[in-house]
């Protein structure tokens, strides 16, 4: 009999890697602030919570997926929280993008009382969740992530630990980094293209498959041509990321002057009404100059 899996958050990337969830056998329990973003999930057999404590009792695995740092402390650590209610030998696994110093302070408050936290956030987006291609990072004791990982293949393909509690989190800063400057380059390319003339979607068949080949450009740029703005990543999500890996990044000293423009002009776009758009939507700030 598979452990009983309790998923905390089912937006947009979350329901579809429940879904894997309970697919691949496991008994799954829910909650999330709008109980109707489960209703797929319980007519597949999945069982609601009224609150998280009662998710987290009934639960042997629990994951979460939620917004923002701030719901992360207060679902983990609040008066009502996960490790109020959890039992001793629970696994617990944050992944969601968060602090690399509350996924450490998560982690130690969980070890006395005998519980084990991951932090493992995610790469893909929305399509990586439907088809189950998510690239998981994983920080946490090296044996409660070996425990875990017939879990984490059920909604990923690239599933590397990185270390110790906080590597997870360290390492997908690494990735919104590189994804911050690169999606500067894809408008630009996609801005010029469009103004010499071109035809921007020939151009990405060409460019696409060659040393300017990223995700952003083979996946994001195709929606950016065809005004498909809806979420994959929600920009709001994004400026958060950025935020938290400009804080790390000043902590270290590490100079990130790509990192701080691609949040400037993202903080430009969300103040223009984009906030709940796709991150492709920066593609606006170019389309409007």
């Known amino acids: 009999m598979k452990q009983t899996v309790g998923f905390i958050g089912l937006g947009v990337m979350g329901n579809s890697m429940a879904k894997h969830i309970i697919q691949a056998g496991y008994p799954l329990n829910v909650y999330t602030r709008t109980k109707e973003k489960a209703d797929e999930l319980i007519q597949l057999g999945a069982e609601w919570k009224e609150t998280v404590s009662e998710l987290t009792k009934d639960s042997e695995i629990i994951i979460t997926m939620i917004g923002f740092p701030k719901d992360v402390e207060e679902v983990y650590l609040g008066k009502d929280g996960i490790l109020q209610s959890a039992k001793p030998g629970t696994y617990v696994i944050d992944m969601t993008t968060s602090q690399p110093t509350l996924a450490k302070k998560i982690f130690e408050q969980a070890r006395v009382k005998g519980i084990y936290a991951l932090d493992a956030p995610v790469s893909g987006g929305d399509v990586g969740a439907k088809e189950a291609r998510l690239a998981i990072m994983v920080g946490g004791a090296k044996e409660a992530f070996e425990q875990c990982k017939p879990l984490f293949e059920v909604m990923g393909q690239n599933i590397v630990y990185q270390g110790e509690a906080g590597a997870g989190q360290h390492t997908?800063?690494?990735?919104?980094?590189?994804?911050?400057?690169?999606?500067?380059?894809?408008?630009?390319?996609?801005?010029?293209?469009?103004?010499?003339?071109?035809?921007?979607?020939?151009?990405?068949?060409?460019?696409?498959?060659?040393?300017?080949?990223?995700?952003?450009?083979?996946?994001?740029?195709?929606r950016m041509l065809a005004d498909d703005f809806e979420p994959g990543f929600f920009v709001k999500h994004f400026i958060k990321d950025m935020g938290i890996a400009l804080e790390e990044s000043t902590n270290m000293s590490v100079k990130t002057p790509g990192l701080k423009l691609a949040h400037q002009l993202y903080e430009q776009l969300a103040e223009s009404g984009e906030e709940n758009s796709g991150t492709q939507a920066l593609l606006k700030l170019w389309q409007s100059s």
């Open 172 to 222: 997908k800063m690494c990735n919104q980094i590189a994804i911050a400057s690169g999606m500067i380059g894809v408008c630009e390319a996609i801005a010029y293209a469009e103004k010499s003339g071109l035809d921007a979607t020939n151009v990405l068949k060409s460019i696409s498959t060659g040393a300017a080949g990223s995700w952003s450009l083979s996946n994001l740029a195709p």
